[in-house]
């Protein structure tokens, strides 16, 4: 028994958390530590859409701690995030920007919210990021997305 509680307490604290998901979505919650619980997703390849639902499980208002998700390819990330910097009127994502595959709204605590993907517009062989675009948090609350098996 206590070697079982050892193993589990190890792999708690070493694993990196892939949602193993089904049903073509996934939850992510958002907390008032700026901090996704999330960290990898994996979209089944035979998924048509692929729903990304974020939760703020915190109680810090939108103002002082919004979250929001924005899929990018990994490679864009960093721009969009810059870019979103100045759009505060649009939720610090810049209007029509075509390197955003899709994004939530920026909500508060207590609140969630969605986004769809179209998955035939992604590639196999893409890596692709989710992050917050509210200003300062993109550098702790993001994570890695790619199309698996
Ligand atoms: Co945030």
Not at 37 to 48: D, H, M, Q
Not at 112 to 135: I, N
Request: positive net charge; proline residues 3%; aromatic residues 6%.
């Amino acid at each position: 028994m206590k070697k079982t509680l050892t193993a589990l307490a190890l792999f708690a604290a070493t694993a990196t958390p892939v949602l193993a998901a089904d049903n073509c979505a996934a939850t992510i919650e958002g907390n008032d530590k700026m901090q996704y619980n999330i960290k990898a997703v994996e979209i089944p390849k035979s998924c048509k859409t692929f729903t990304m639902t974020l939760k703020h499980v915190g109680k810090m208002p939108k103002v002082s701690m919004g979250h929001n998700i924005v899929v990018t390819k990994a490679s864009d990330a960093k721009a969009v995030a810059t870019d979103g910097i100045k759009a505060k009127a649009t939720d610090y994502v810049k209007p029509d920007d075509a390197r955003v595959l899709a994004h939530t709204k920026m909500i508060g605590g207590g609140e969630s919210a969605s986004l769809t993907l179209d998955v035939s517009k992604m590639d196999a062989g893409t890596e692709y990021t989710y992050f917050c675009s509210f200003p300062g948090h993109a550098t702790a609350m993001k994570g890695t997305l790619k199309i698996g098996g």
